[in-house]
């Protein structure tokens, strides 16, 4: 069982040819119940509520020009009864993925991970976009 679980939600952004993931994580004890249920952890907060603070603080500000659905985006959640936590991607980064995914596991901490593409996520610019 986690010690600490991490959810978060992040941004794939691409200027100037650079690969530059923004994201925000909390932390909570395993035994957390969020208000969507008992199964779950979930970072509680939407992409376009702190997008303007973390678009700020990463990347010397490069990013606060764009707004939050401007780049492809994601979301990690802890499933409590299986233990394992499930990444949500933009389906645009889904043919890239192998090279976003090393970054993820590295930012969040992740050890058993589940993937899935959410076609709710739109963004409309980057190289991914295309």
Known sequence: MEKVIKPGIFWVCDEGGDLD???DIEEY???FRSDFGDEFIVYEKGHREVW????????????????FNDF???RVTYDSDEQVYIVDVDVKLKP???????????IFELKKTQ??????YKSRLGKFNK
């Open 21 to 23: 993931i923004i994201y």
């Open 52 to 67: 303007k603070r973390v678009s700020e603080k990463f990347f010397d500000g490069k990013y606060a020009k764009y707004a």
């Open 29 to 31: 004890s395993p035994d």
């Open 96 to 106: 890239q993925f192998s090279l976003i995914k090393p970054k993820i596991i590295e």
């Open 115 to 120: 993937y899935h593409v959410d076609k709710h």
């Open 72 to 74: 492809p985006r994601g």
